[in-house]
């Protein structure tokens, strides 16, 4: 019979089984052949699109039946509450920074730059290179790239060059992000249910990273010029801690830069407990208008475990970072990173290598900063003219964000769904605090917005302020 013989019999189906109760039985398919005069594989096909479309079921040596439909609802799945148990605040939800953007939106909570302030052209060209190579078809050295692990202690060595002897191109290890990298450290270096020292406020995924290695969590205050080095006395005193994680350069949010003699201070007091100093040396591509030298190229004894990553500066869809450290606290961290991860894409390692090893990587760079500055400076204008009551106490000398101050008593998360409900995007600050956030903040990123509307984000976080 014809396929139209076939649609004939299936809509005279269709059309019985919408006034049938459910578990009503069909005409058998001796019946439905006399019935339109069809052929029994004619009508063996049209139950089988019924079945398909969950019409019908078929019960072996009993006939075929009309199936009942389930009303949609919505799946239960309270059952996982008792399954999983009670879980840290920060799994609540996603970081504010996270948040995908309307298209018309002004985005200043994002932490990554501009895609047009990064090398598309020469990323592009190096993953395609990258693709032709063995490594697209290999496994990777658990450790990372040979060549990659160089490049990243030479430049650390090139920091302060002849201070201190030079790490060892084995002693980097190549990680996926420096997410991970600090998930490994934490576990490997400090321990579940240790403590560890860490700048309040400091980088929101080092605290989830903290959190999620069950690590104790120790704040110190740091403000524009970094931590007290006696408040970090203290609490090694205090705590007996062993780890202290900070951002010497550039913090985020803050944008803090410590001074040389905090550094060494800091450094000396971390020796003198027998302590590891965690450095995310996470904007070291990032400087605006001050050059970076991270604490590690002044330690020659292995008490800096070392993080750089190159998301920031090169691309977010190239997770690439190392971790630079010396002695057992480096073997711990790559077991940990080789049970977690095993290795990183060779692809991934071998495009980032490649960028970086351009000459025009060099030129990027120093129109980076330039972008970073106009950016910056027109960020800060904007505010001052637009929202006056919305303070920014220390303008960075180099990373992606200011740390802007609400007035005291601001309703923050009010201040956050009001410029969001009016097309502006900004982070809570809290998000940065291990406890209570010591005052009223928001991030503002000044790298991933169309500068253009600079003006406009700064009129409706002025008004929104105001009205609050």
């Given at each position: 019979m014809s396929q139209d013989s076939t649609e004939r019999i299936v809509t005279g189906l269709r059309e019985w089984l919408a006034t049938a109760p459910p578990g009503a039985r069909l005409p058998s398919n001796r019946a439905l052949v006399a019935q339109h005069g069809a052929s029994p594989v004619t009508v063996q096909r049209a139950m089988r699109q019924l079945a398909r479309a969950g019409l019908v079921e078929s019960r072996p040596g009993v006939g075929t039946f009309a199936r009942a439909v389930r009303p949609p609802q919505a799946p239960d799945l309270g059952w996982q509450t008792a399954a999983l148990g009670a879980a840290p605040v920060r799994l609540s939800g996603l970081s504010a920074t996270q948040r995908t953007a309307a298209p018309d939106s002004i985005a200043l909570h994002s932490g990554y730059p501009a895609p047009e302030l990064l090398p598309e052209r020469l990323v592009r060209q190096a993953l395609v290179r990258a693709s032709r190579t063995a490594s697209a078809?290999?496994?990777?050295?658990?450790?990372?790239?040979?060549?990659?692990?160089?490049?990243?202690?030479?430049?650390?060595?090139?920091?302060?060059?002849?201070?201190?002897?030079?790490?060892?191109?084995?002693?980097?290890?190549?990680?996926?992000?420096?997410?991970?990298?600090?998930?490994?450290?934490?576990?490997?270096?400090?321990?579940?249910?240790?403590?560890?020292?860490?700048?309040?406020?400091?980088?929101?995924?080092?605290?989830?990273?903290?959190?999620?290695?069950?690590?104790?969590?120790?704040?110190?205050?740091?403000?524009?010029?970094?931590?007290?080095?006696?408040?970090?006395?203290?609490?090694?005193?205090?705590?007996?801690?062993?780890?202290?994680?900070?951002?010497?350069?550039?913090?985020?949010?803050?944008?803090?830069?410590?001074?040389?003699?905090?550094?060494?201070?800091?450094?000396?007091?971390?020796?003198?407990?027998?302590?590891?100093?965690?450095?995310?040396?996470?904007?070291?591509?990032?400087?605006?208008?001050?050059?970076?030298?991270?604490?590690?190229?002044?330690?020659?004894?292995?008490?800096?475990?070392?993080?750089?990553?190159?998301?920031?500066?090169?691309?977010?869809?190239?997770?690439?970072?190392?971790?630079?450290?010396?002695?057992?606290?480096?073997?711990?961290?790559?077991?940990?990173?080789?049970?977690?991860?095993?290795?990183?894409?060779?692809?991934?390692?071998?495009?980032?290598?490649?960028?970086?090893?351009?000459?025009?990587?060099?030129t990027h760079l120093r129109g980076f900063r330039e972008q970073l500055r106009t950016r910056r400076d027109l960020l800060l204008s904007s505010l001052a003219a637009h929202a006056p009551g919305v303070t920014v106490e220390h303008v960075p000398a180099g990373g992606l964000n200011l740390w802007a101050r609400l007035p005291d008593g601001t309703d923050v998360a009010r201040v956050v769904r009001e410029c969001e409900l009016r097309g502006l995007l900004v982070a809570p600050g809290g998000e940065w605090f291990p406890a209570e956030p010591a005052g009223p903040y928001l991030r503002l990123t000044f790298a991933n917005a169309d500068p253009s509307r600079y003006a406009e984000a700064a009129s409706i976080l002025g008004a929104v302020v105001d009205e609050i």
């Open positions: 078809v290999t496994r990777s050295p658990a450790a990372g790239l040979p060549e990659l692990q160089a490049w990243f202690t030479a430049e650390l060595a090139a920091a302060a060059p002849g201070t201190v002897a030079a790490p060892s191109p084995r002693d980097a290890l190549i990680v996926s992000g420096s997410q991970s990298g600090l998930s490994s450290i934490f576990r490997a270096v400090v321990g579940a249910g240790q403590p560890l020292l860490i700048e309040s406020p400091t980088y929101w995924g080092a605290l989830l990273a903290a959190e999620q290695a069950g690590v104790r969590l120790v704040p110190v205050p740091s403000g524009p010029h970094g931590p007290d080095p006696d408040e970090v006395e203290r609490a090694f005193v205090q705590t007996g801690a062993r780890a202290f994680y900070a951002q010497p350069t550039f913090a985020n949010p803050t944008g803090a830069r410590w001074p040389a003699d905090t550094a060494a201070a800091v450094l000396e007091t971390v020796r003198r407990h027998g302590a590891f100093l965690v450095e995310d040396d996470w904007a070291h591509d990032l400087g605006i208008d001050a050059d970076v030298r991270p604490l590690a190229a002044s330690d020659d004894d292995g008490h800096v475990v070392y993080v750089r990553s190159l998301t920031k500066s090169v691309s977010p869809a190239l997770r690439v970072a190392a971790v630079i450290a010396r002695g057992p606290a480096r073997e711990r961290i790559l077991v940990d990173r080789a049970a977690e991860a095993m290795y990183v894409s060779g692809v991934l390692q071998a495009a980032a290598l490649d960028v970086v090893t351009q000459p025009a990587w060099r």
